[in-house]
């Protein structure tokens, strides 16, 4: 085991896949040479070359267009997008061509491209910087979306989404890309659960919370302070947000009855209200409360000096928690 | 607005062809050298009167002021983040100038300079950076959209902004209007950018695309972008470009004039490219070190697009010692001011989070609102509530 943050942890899974997968390509704006904005492609274009890690020119719809066609001749190709806001160019290759193709061609013709993109808020960023796009993508079929929260997930998420033969939208939570976490690099992709399966990462009996990317290392340490009210909180994180492992989420919250979802992005027709309606349909004998959600509110993403009260914290969380227990 | 004004300002498709002999390379235009020294273009004759090249110099030492103070207010935690001009301020200031106050602007995250010309208070523009507003003037109120940073995007709007001015009957005669659309070498790989180069061709739009090439998209040289000079692109979309000495503040002036000129006067679109150099990092959360070489930037210093007027002004006389002082001790002075009033800007009321999101606020908004409301009172000052991480 080695102790990464969760920004190394990425690298090191893109060095293990480009060592293991001649097909494997990495592309994007700023990739080569400065290693990524964040760090992320550090050293990989001076160890496996320009035409392996490749600095594209800039434009978004670009990378993932022709990331499609370099799949179609049997590449695996890893887009970076530099930030969540900037996605959106490359929405329709993304949308209508990306996650269409295996459908309309009946199964013939299968696109293993990967798109990482730094998502969320909370490092002071200006507009387009600090989004949460993550539903948009989920709620198109053909998308597998998954998020990784520490990095041990993030060296074997960022692997076996490569190694998927389905699109991935890869999302990063970036204000946790210095958290350090053990990593174990030789075994930690073998070993590792299936990068569809949510996990609880704590255990509890009186309540769920529900959490993905950068709001877990939040929903753990509201669970910590809980505990010293005497509530015992179970967090999952779920990882794999299309498709949802509503076994695990439901298997918790029959245990527990109750049920937070939290994430930064708007409440509003969130992937919390797909998760309320078919947790209500589950296990709705079985709940003492209705499933509540704290999110981002239903306005743009605020200028950075106001994201600390668009963003939840423990505190919300915790008034969510307790709300539940109201009824 | 009447829409049949529009038919006589739009070209015939007839007139819209290209010439079939090939457009000679201008090089570049230049009308003052590195060395300060004046002179002469067939194409774009100036006549300037000494107060206004001074005035000019004036422009250009108090943006990079401005500049330089933001800089050290985001390294002492003022600012979130800031955009750097260094380098381009004789081409945001020589194009910021030229054009007429019913011109309207469509900026990046970049144009400091020009944001300077349109009369935009400096500490306006430290609000976006600060995190305190997504843009804090009134547009139309400066002809100054706001700053746009999802790259390239504001060329279609100057480019449907311009499609408006046809239709209201702007274009052509004495009073014409233009837009001018400001972005980078980067910019021109977008989508966006080579959509608006086709509409605003095919409409003749009064349109001028002003690509300041600063040679460096963050870590990515102009050769990750493009294997021909980038003015020369203009041909294959059906209207003229050129290149000028971006850091001539003069020719910068020049260029930009004639090519508004001809847009108001309903002639359509011109590209410019300006070559410059940016002589700081893309932004302060950047490092260039990782990915360029330092004697580039030394060869690029000789360029300084400051020295080369002040030389011009020492050599003819046209300016005296006291006159540099001046100009220092008022860049000094807005200087100070822009550090004073960024350092006391007061951070916006939480529940400003939920204000503008429609033109009326809907029922969903307004109880996320009250509910919000209802749990900062929850705790015992407004201000703790929701604060931490």
Known sequence: MTALTLAKALNEGLRKALENDPKVLIMGEDVGKLGGVFRITDGLQKDFGEARVIDTPLAESGIVGTAIGLALRGYRPVCEIQFDGFVFPAVDQIVSQLAKMRYRSRGQISLPVVIRIPCGGGIGAVEHHSESPEVLFAHTAGLRVVACADAADAFAMIQQSISSDDPVIFFEPKRRYWDKGEVDTVNGVTQALAFDRAKVVLEGTDVTVLCYGPLVRTCLESALAAREDGRSVEVVDLRSLSPLDVDTVCASVRKTGRCVVAHEAPVYAGLGAEIAARVTEQCFYRLEAPVLRVGGFATPYPPSRLEDHYLPDLDRILDAVDRTFGY | ?389
């Open chain 2, 1 to 389: 607005m009447t829409v049949e004004s529009g038919a006589a300002t739009t070209v015939a498709p007839s007139q819209a062809l290209l010439p079939d002999e090939p457009v000679p390379d201008q090089g570049l235009v230049q009308l003052l050298t590195p060395e300060g020294e004046r002179i002469d273009h067939p194409d774009y004759p100036l006549d300037l009167s000494a107060a206004d090249i001074r005035s000019m110099y004036r422009d250009l030492v108090i943006v990079r002021t401005i500049d330089t103070v933001a800089i050290s207010l985001q390294r002492q935690g003022e600012l979130g983040i800031w955009a750097s001009l260094l380098g381009q301020e004789a081409a945001q200031i020589g194009s910021g100038r030229a054009l007429s106050p019913d011109d309207m602007v469509f900026p990046t995250y970049r144009e400091h300079g020009v944001a300077w010309c349109r009369g935009i208070d400096p500490v306006k523009l430290l609000e976006l950076y600060r995190g305190v507003s997504h843009g804090g003037w009134v547009p139309e109120e400066h002809k100054f959209h706001l700053y746009t940073i999802v790259i390239g995007a504001q060329t279609l709007h100057a480019t449907g902004y311009a499609m408006g001015l046809q239709r209201d009957g702007a274009v052509g005669g004495e009073r014409g209007e233009a837009v001018i659309v400001y972005f980078g070498d980067g910019a021109t790989s977008q989508g966006d950018v080579n959509e608006a180069f086709v509409f605003a061709s095919v409409f003749n739009a009064p349109v001028v695309f002003f690509c300041q090439n600063n040679q460096w998209a963050i870590s990515e040289p102009l050769e990750k972008q493009s294997r021909i000079p980038l003015y020369q692109r203009a041909r294959g979309f059906g209207f003229p470009g050129l290149r000028v000495d971006g850091n001539d503040v003069l020719a910068c002036y020049a260029v930009t004039q004639k090519a508004m000129q001809a847009a108001r006067e309903g002639q359509g679109p011109t590209l410019i490219e300006a070559f410059t150099y940016r002589m700081g990092a893309h932004t302060t959360t950047d490092d260039p070190t990782r990915y360029r070489l330092a004697s580039e930037l030394e060869v690029w210093k000789l360029k300084d697009p400051i020295e080369r007027v002040r030389a011009y002004l020492v050599r003819t006389g046209l300016a005296e010692a006291d006159f540099f002082a001046e100009v220092d001790a008022e860049a000094k002075q807005v200087g100070a001011r822009v550090r004073e009033a960024c350092r006391t800007m007061p951070d916006p009321p939480p529940l400003a989070i939920f204000d503008h999101v429609y033109a009326e606020p809907t029922a969903i908004l307004r109880a996320e609102r009250e509910q919000y409301a209802a749990y900062l009172d929850s705790f015992d000052g407004p201000e703790e509530g929701g604060a931490g991480r």
